[in-house]
């Protein structure tokens, strides 16, 4: 692809006078600019001289997509949406959660619970729920914890890590690697590592007792852990489904799929239009369906959820 344009660039100058035709000539410097920039061959930064703030982001680590990103609160059993939000395709998502967080705090809602894919397992987001006293049903990203826990137990009064072999951890300390992150290292009591009939699958290198090396929030972490393992978690977060169908909804029967004009004001705008659409037929249906909508709409707030997810777009 790039040298293609770099081609095409070179005979728009080898055929066009570009001295009589400024903006010919401002687009050529432009697409060198962008076509020179080290980013574009990781896919980063501008890669449309129409749309310079659509980028590329990524469904899967194969399947990738070129536009915006569509984040929104909404409330799950009523299925209305509460906040929206518009990024360009490589933003990562949950980082404007306070934000709409905040305004569908505003809206009225009183939010007892938030359900979330992984992507929204992190502590910045967990810490804001805690604040409020919100309960996170936000299943545990491998990516923000890593604990084989079928071989280690946390126990948070001592502060210790158990092992399968009934060894514990004596020392906690907290270390700095090379590249500046910093991690919490535990050790075993090493008496126990030493005849340990495990201690080849469970130690590498030559040290006698076992390390574990942990992220910094691996102990709270442990405790959503095993909440999001029980059957109660398990069959709340079921209700994170109806995200999906109303992503269904705006894509197949509101044109969502695909962005109507260029830049992401533009996008915005369809994106928040789209919300107002939905929400309005739904509450025509809610409305049409109870007689009694009023009443059940009072009697049911004290438990209303929020839900996270995206939808994204490809650029016209
Ligand atoms: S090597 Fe040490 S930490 Fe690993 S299983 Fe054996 S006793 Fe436990």
Redesign the pocket.
Do not use: L
């Given at each position: 692809m790039k040298s293609y344009l770099e081609q095409l660039i070179e005979s728009v100058e080898n055929t066009v006078d570009t001295s009589v035709m400024p903006q010919t000539k401002q687009s050529i410097q432009k697409a060198k600019e962008v076509l020179n920039d080290p980013k574009f061959i990781l896919q980063k930064g501008v890669r449309s001289l129409v749309d310079e703030d659509a980028r590329v982001g990524y469904k899967s680590k194969t399947d990738s997509f070129f536009g915006y990103k569509v984040e929104y609160v909404m409330i799950p059993e009523e299925r209305i949406i509460t906040a929206v939000g518009v990024q360009n395709g490589a933003y990562v998502d949950g980082t404007e959660f306070e934000k709409l967080y905040q305004q569908t705090k505003a809206s009225g809602v009183e939010i007892t619970e938030a359900y979330g894919d992984k992507a929204y397992f992190r502590k910045s987001i967990l810490d804001i729920l805690k604040e409020d006293e919100v309960q996170a049903i936000i299943p545990v990203s491998e990516t923000a914890y890593r604990v084989d826990e079928s071989?280690f137990k946390y126990n948070k009064d001592s502060d210790q890590w158990f092992?399968?072999?009934g060894?514990y951890t004596w020392t906690q300390r907290k270390i700095t690697v090379k590249d500046g992150r910093q991690f919490l290292e535990y050790k075993?009591e090493k008496e126990?590592?030493r005849d340990?009939p495990?201690?080849k699958e469970?130690?590498n290198g030559s040290s006698i007792?076992?390390r574990l090396i942990l992220g910094l929030n691996a102990p709270e972490f442990y405790e959503y852990s095993q909440r999001a393992k029980t059957p109660e978690f398990l069959e709340k977060y079921k209700k994170r489904a109806s995200h999906e169908w109303k992503n269904g909804e705006m894509k197949r029967f509101h044109g969502l799929g695909r962005a109507r004009g260029y830049g992401l004001k533009s996008m915005a705008t369809q994106a928040k239009l789209t919300a107002l659409a939905v929400n309005l037929k739904r509450i025509a249906s809610l409305v049409s369906s109870l007689n009694n909508i009023i009443n059940c709409y009072f009697i049911n707030s004290y438990r209303m959820i929020i839900t996270y997810s995206n939808c994204k777009k490809s650029a016209a």
């Open positions: 071989r092992c399968e072999h060894n075993f126990i590592c340990c495990n201690r469970c130690i007792a076992k």
